[in-house]
């Protein structure tokens, strides 16, 4: 099976353990970066929350939503871990294609195995088949499958389920699936679509999210399309001042900046209009604000990258 072949769905969704009902999250996933920890979790309701349970499936690669980091293998440092040929998943950077392949994957819906693209006798593992919150999630020696339920490696079984789907406008026509999966798709390694359908959000796409927010001032509006009128609203106001200031583009710099500009721009949106719900604790507020940040700062990267290339 190819990643093209592979069951996973288009769009983002949850991945669930057939053994205990949660689902594979990453550890403390507000301040996740490379080398973050993947475990086991109780399923999350409402975004922005939950979006470091989402993952999309891209050439293979499994993005996570909120970091925009994919999975990874990592050989485990325990003597009896190297021994009994057990690896950890973790959170990466994307590799090229030629390279990755530790960060490709695919699923077999039929029988509940998440496999290695580069040895499909390796699948996704709960570590000592955990059952409760916490569980690491591992890669493992794919068990037989076995009639006799009793005898069956529910550790080793999962299922997906698309998360729900954004606001979008109804009286629009324009908006659609495919749309909706691009714009997703900004907030993680957008790279990798190889068809229009299903490709990377252009330029275009991201100004209709930033008409819409600023000058149509809808009000029931998605936190990607929030978070993506923000991102275009920062590189726009950085293009102008370059323009004007004659500078030449410095890309590490600029990135960092533009981060800062839209997670500010992001900021203001979020008081203007109210975006948290009337039971959020301030802690709760201060949680959406720093995910809402990252996915408009990401975005904004993105952007730039898509319009002056990659460092």
Request: no cysteine; proline share 3%; aromatic share 8%.
């Amino acid at each position: 099976m190819t990643a093209g072949e592979s069951a996973f769905p288009i769009g983002y969704f949850f991945i669930i353990s057939k053994l205990n009902n949660l689902v594979i999250d990453v550890e403390n996933p507000t301040e996740a970066g490379p080398g973050a920890r993947i475990i086991m979790k109780e399923r999350q309701a409402k975004s922005p929350e939950r979006d470091s349970q989402l993952w999309i499936h891209q050439n293979g690669f499994l993005t996570n939503k909120m970091t925009g980091l994919v999975l990874d293998i990592n050989r485990s440092p325990s003597f009896m871990a190297i021994f009994n040929g057990e690896n950890h998943l973790y959170l990466d950077q994307m590799k090229e294609e030629d390279t990755a392949h530790d960060q490709r994957f695919a699923f077999e819906e039929e029988t509940g195995f998440i496999y290695s693209l580069h040895n499909e006798n390796i699948v996704f593992d709960i570590r000592k088949a955990e059952v409760a919150e916490g569980g690491r999630v591992i890669v493992y020696k794919r068990k037989g499958i076995s009639e006799d339920s009793s005898k069956k490696p529910l550790h080793q079984y999962w299922s997906v389920e698309l998360g729900d789907p954004p606001k979008i406008d109804e009286d629009d026509e324009e908006e659609d699936e495919s749309k909706r999966a691009r714009l997703r798709s900004w907030f993680g390694n957008w790279s990798g679509w190889d068809k229009r359908k299903n490709g990377m959000l252009v330029e275009h796409d991201l100004e209709e999210a930033h008409e819409k927010v600023y000058t149509e001032k809808k009000a029931s509006l998605s936190h990607e399309l929030l978070a993506g009128a923000a991102a275009f609203a920062a590189v726009h106001a950085w293009e102008k001042r370059q323009e004007e200031a004659g500078e030449e583009v410095h890309h590490s710099m600029t990135k960092k900046l533009l981060a800062s500009l839209a997670a500010a721009e992001m900021v203001k949106l979020y008081e203007e209009r109210g975006i948290e719900e009337e039971d959020d604790d301030e802690e709760k507020k201060i949680e959406k604000k720093n995910i809402l940040q990252r996915m408009s700062a990401s975005a904004a990267q993105n952007l730039f990258e898509a319009k002056h290339g990659r460092v």
